[in-house]
């Protein structure tokens, strides 16, 4: 970001100012990146803006406008007319493709530059509604992170993935019930053929067959209970009804298994072991599909780890590895993503204490497994404070931000 911002200094001076829409955690490193390349940045951002942010961009002497950027009261008095160009940061696309059409109308001159989530679309919007550049922090910000995954570790400081403990602890029982009830059956059937082998004096393969016609309740009437101890009588009885029961249950269980996803999840379990040396992306947001994306493009096996790696957005995504779903803060969701044969870990979760937690959970695990063999931990990281902190204190993690890899790419696109 220094270079562009010495390259940028002397072309911004003296020109009209950029209107900045939305001071998120983007918006702030896009209005600071404007201004470290000197342009006169006004800024407009709703109420709910914590005080640290306003303070920090007043501090720069950034002009700040209270109000909704989508409306054209707030543009007025952002006097964007007279704009060098417009940035639209926010994370809502719906709001900022909105404002972005509403802009190109009313100043149809001005550069605007918009933040958009699915770089698939990008383009159409360009060609098709005249935008200027519509670029995708998470899709800029991915090399950088298969970069420090593959290649040397660099690092620098930079969505939202919360473990879902109870749904795992009812995947733990619903993988129970796949056991047990199937066990029951077995069970009930090995007795059955010892009864009617002892009763009724059948050969083995009789008594298989006489017990598989009761609990499946066919009855050929080729063998029969007719003349059986009152005691055997009841015993198929009971056969009867309970071999009624387990089987529906059973097959009621085949078609959770099918239908919930779990036969995937199995399928890419097997898939993940299959892994050597691959690259494991720990949440699937959007920098994390982005990830996985350019490093399957690369030709680099990824397994992705995500709570809800199986939910339908993930499966719209279409990415070409194993996806296991858990929480990567545990070392057997990670031992199923093949810790001990990956070459390293990519945490990208929203959360910065969620991403250090999976990265130590993988050192450890991986200090355990393969202690003659590094591996590479990438982090996601918002704090700037804290990257440094870490960084400070050992070399084996990198930590990096879309927002200040990205930020720059949008302030080019801006300004020239």
């Known amino acids: 970001m220094p270079a562009i911002a010495t390259g940028l200094r002397g072309y911004t001076r003296g020109m009209s100012h950029v209107v900045v829409c939305g001071l998120g955690r983007f918006g702030l490193q896009v209005v600071e990146s404007l201004r470290a390349a000197g342009a006169e940045v006004t800024v407009i951002t709703d109420e709910s803006t914590s005080d640290d942010r306003l303070d920090r961009v007043r501090v720069s002497n ?15 008095e952002a006097d964007i007319a007279h704009a060098r160009a417009v940035v639209i940061t926010t994370a809502s696309d719906v709001d900022n493709l909105e404002a972005a059409l509403e802009i190109r109308g009313e100043a149809p001159g001005i550069p605007v530059v918009m933040r958009h989530s699915q770089p698939r679309l990008t383009g159409r919007f360009e060609s098709d509604f005249g935008i200027t550049a519509v670029l995708s922090p ?44 199937p066990s029951m059956l077995l069970a009930l059937y090995l007795v059955a053929i010892v009864v009617f082998k002892v009763a009724l004096g059948l050969t083995w393969l009789d008594a298989a067959y006489f017990a598989t016609s009761v609990i499946t309740t066919v009855g050929f009437g080729d063998f029969h209970l007719r003349d059986a101890p009152e005691w055997v009588k009841v015993f198929g009885i009971v056969l009867m009804f309970s071999g009624i ?69 993930l499966r719209d995504a279409h990415l070409r590895c194993p996806l296991i779903a858990g929480d990567a803060t545990s070392g057997i ?43 590479r931990l990438v982090l996601r990281c918002f704090d700037a404070d804290l990257a440094r902190r870490i960084h400070s204190a050992g070399g084996n993690y990198t930590l990096l931000s879309e927002a200040t890899i990205a930020a720059p790419v949008f302030v080019q696109r801006a300004l020239g």
Not at 62 to 76: L, P
Not at 286 to 307: H, S, T, Y
């Open 62 to 76: 950034t002009r700040v406008v209270i109000g909704d950027f989508r409306f054209a009261t707030a543009r007025r």
């Open 138 to 181: 998470a899709d800029l910000a991915a090399d950088a992170f298969v970069a420090a995954a593959i290649e040397s570790p660099s690092g620098e400081p930079a969505a939202s993935v919360t473990p879902r403990r109870r749904s795992a602890v009812r995947r733990h029982r619903a993988r129970a019930d796949y056991v047990v009830i």
């Open 245 to 313: 029961v387990l089987v529906g249950m059973i097959a009621s269980l085949l078609t959770i298994f099918v239908v919930s996803g779990a036969a995937e999840q199995l399928r890419n379990q097997f898939a993940a072991r299959r892994r050597r040396d691959h690259v494991i992306v720990c949440g699937l947001g959007l920098v994390g599909v982005a990830v996985a994306r350019d490093l399957c493009r690369r030709g680099i096996p990824v397994v992705g780890v995500d709570p809800d790696a199986h939910d339908d957005g």
């Open 333 to 375: 969701t990670l031992t199923r993503a093949g810790i001990d044969r990956a070459r390293a870990v990519v945490a990208c979760t929203s959360n910065d204490a969620l991403n250090l937690e999976i990265g130590l959970t993988a050192q450890s695990a991986a200090e355990e497994r393969r202690p003659d063999r590094p591996l």
